[in-house]
């Protein structure tokens, strides 16, 4: 089972960069983001509309680049969770958790015994560990990440208990979704939203986990940072496409 770097960095209470991919899921994507630097690189299944299928090459290819390679799952469901990490994820992200007790089943999905309850189904050459099966599952356990999104005013009233669960390795501020849920949607300098980073970076200071938020701007990703934010998605294949086609076209316009 490969290293999750991702995994170790924010053991050592250091901060993770990473990029989150919406329409360029192609089998360069990992060698690109680690040509740049990145830690991980995590893929969107719930809001795409990606099956493993089209995922799974992808996730495939990662093994050969030093970034971590991550899913963001279509919901909260063993098949999907471990489903991910079998095609080669080290980390799923779980959208719309509600409390700690969807926290833990997303953990149980996420390992195998007696951690957890998922099936085996480790079939990659490069997964399997020389002492066997036992010591894979171990492996596979220990390098596994999960990570939990605070997506509604429920969830943010949990977010203690949440983030005390065995097993979370990032609770994750989904800001659109939680903007929405308070009634102020995409305000997110709003003092209750401001609010709402403090206490998500102060429950998983408190209990040993990594805050985590995917940033607007590289501005919006330094800030995040100093503000105790451990585990950002620095942009999106989206914002990288569309500023720096922006920018060529402006520069070439300019030109005329």
């Known amino acids: 089972m490969p290293t999750n ?17 919406f329409e360029m899921a192609t089998t360069g994507v990992g060698r690109m983001a680690a040509g740049a630097g990145a830690d991980f690189v ?17 996730l495939g290819s990662m093994r050969a680049d ?5 899913v963001r799952v279509p919901a909260i469901l063993p098949h999907l969770i471990a ?46 560990h020389p002492d066997g099966m036992g010591a894979t599952t171990r492996s596979a356990n220990d390098e ?13 009233d949990r977010v203690e208990a949440i983030a005390r669960t065995p097993g979370v390795d990032v609770v994750w501020i989904g800001q659109y979704d939680l903007s929405a849920s308070m009634g102020i949607p995409g305000d997110f300098d709003h003092e209750r939203m401001r609010d709402a980073d403090e206490r998500v970076v102060a429950a998983c200071r408190d209990h040993g986990r990594a805050a985590g938020m995917l940033a607007s701007d590289p501005a919006h990703a330094g800030s995040l940072v100093e503000r105790g934010f451990r585990c950002v998605a620095v942009t999106s294949d989206l914002q990288l496409f569309d500023g720096g086609l922006s920018r060529a076209l402006e520069a070439a316009r300019r030109a005329r």
């Open 144 to 156: 596994t990440m999960v990570i939990v999104q605070i997506e509604t005013v429920d969830a943010l």
């Open 66 to 70: 030093d970034v971590t390679p991550l």
């Open 42 to 58: 995590l893929l969107d299944m719930e809001h795409t509309g990606w099956s493993l299928d089209r995922v799974g090459p992808v």
């Open 83 to 128: 489903g991910s990490l079998d095609a080669g994820a080290l980390g799923v992200m779980l959208p719309m958790v509600a409390d700690e007790g969807q926290a833990a089943a997303a953990v149980r999905a996420a390992r195998f015994p007696p951690e957890g309850s998922r099936g085996y189904g480790l079939l990659y050459r490069d997964q399997a």
């Open 5 to 21: 770097r991702t995994k170790r960095i924010l053991q050592d209470g250091g901060v993770a960069l990473g990029v989150m991919i």
